[in-house]
């Protein structure tokens, strides 16, 4: 593991953000996977975002990217609720579709070693928050086993693709998303209502419809409902909430 850049934030005495840092965290011999921390002082949790799509931001030694996913777009978001965020990249393109690679244990490895790089790096509980085929790689770890599950506090999904799903033994509070307009095929409202639906009584869950917005270009992309575009705010305060009460 180690620092491979600190980004001085413009206005660090007056934000609660304190600074951005780059993190590589190391994967056997191979390409480490890079993670970018927005820390804020006195944080309550730390989020764990991993990105729809291919899952490549590219997140350069300073902290930048060309990607325009909602995370990347967002991740400052977090800060006034105390909560630190962690944009987590990958290596190597993770495909889409039935073609994915995000539950082989190559990239399933990679998320444990990052939870528990942040758990023991910032002592804070940790939250895994994956959006459209970021929703896979959270799922399939939580349902990964119980010494899996006892690492995190909770899981988010929003525009969830139509094969993730949650174990009925899982007991971490799960929080869904979805906005009432996505026009994505691979990520129907029905799935995001299902996976709440489907938790066992006792099981802290929550559904959260959101509507408005704009919409443009791809239906399956950032810009569009299913990437939350101009409702970023209330995106990020609905999952907010949720760890914070939870």
């Not at 390409?31 to 944080?43: D, E, G, H, Q």
């Not at 799960?174 to 709440?196: K, M, Q, W, Y």
């Given at each position: 593991?180690?620092?491979?850049?600190?980004?001085?934030?413009?206005?660090?005495?007056?934000?609660?953000?304190?600074?951005?840092?780059?993190?590589?965290?190391?994967?056997?011999?191979?390409?480490?996977?890079?993670?970018?921390?927005?820390?804020?002082?006195?944080?309550?949790?730390?989020?764990?975002?991993?990105?729809?799509?291919?899952?490549?931001?590219?997140?350069?030694?300073?902290?930048?990217?060309?990607?325009?996913?909602?995370?990347?777009?967002?991740?400052?978001?977090?800060?006034?609720?105390?909560?630190?965020?962690?944009?987590?990249?990958?290596?190597?393109?993770?495909?889409?579709?039935?073609?994915?690679?995000?539950?082989?244990?190559?990239?399933?490895?990679?998320?444990?070693?990052?939870?528990?790089?942040?758990?023991?790096?910032?002592?804070?509980p940790v939250w895994i928050f994956g959006h459209s085929m970021g929703t896979v790689s959270v799922t399939e770890?939580?349902?990964?086993?119980?010494?899996?599950?006892?690492?995190?506090?909770?899981?988010?999904?929003?525009?969830?693709?139509?094969?993730?799903?949650?174990?009925?033994?899982?007991?971490?509070?799960?929080?869904?998303?979805?906005?009432?307009?996505?026009?994505?095929?691979?990520?129907?409202?029905?799935?995001?209502?299902?996976?709440?639906?489907?938790?066992?009584?006792?099981?802290?869950?929550?559904?959260?419809?959101?509507?408005?917005?704009?919409?443009?270009?791809?239906?399956?992309?950032?810009?569009?409902?299913?990437?939350?575009?101009?409702?970023?705010?209330?995106?990020?305060?609905?999952?907010a909430q949720f760890i914070l009460k939870n």
């Amino acid at each position: 593991m180690k620092l491979v850049h600190i980004i001085v934030a413009i206005g660090v005495l007056t934000s609660p953000i304190a600074y951005s840092q780059v993190f590589d965290v190391q994967y056997k011999d191979d390409a480490p996977t890079r993670t970018l921390l927005s820390p804020v002082k006195n944080a309550k949790a730390v989020v764990l975002l991993f990105p729809g799509g291919g899952g490549v931001l590219n997140l350069r030694d300073d902290g930048s990217t060309t990607n325009f996913h909602t995370f990347v777009r967002s991740k400052d978001l977090w800060a006034q609720y105390g909560i630190d965020s962690v944009l987590v990249d990958t290596p190597y393109d993770l495909g889409a579709g039935m073609r994915n690679s995000r539950s082989i244990r190559d990239h399933q490895q990679r998320i444990l070693n990052v939870v528990s790089y942040y758990r023991d790096k910032l002592s804070l509980p940790v939250w895994i928050f994956g959006h459209s085929m970021g929703t896979v790689s959270v799922t399939e770890f939580v349902n990964g086993g119980k010494e899996k599950e006892k690492l995190i506090a909770g899981v988010i999904v929003a525009g969830t693709y139509r094969s993730a799903m949650v174990d009925s033994d899982v007991k971490v509070p799960v929080l869904a998303i979805h906005h009432v307009d996505d026009g994505c095929a691979s990520t129907p409202f029905v799935t995001s209502e299902r996976i709440i639906e489907s938790r066992p009584k006792q099981a802290v869950s929550q559904f959260i419809q959101i509507d408005g917005g704009i919409s443009e270009g791809d239906v399956c992309g950032s810009k569009a409902y299913h990437g939350f575009n101009q409702k970023e705010p209330e995106f990020v305060k609905a999952a907010a909430q949720f760890i914070l009460k939870n």
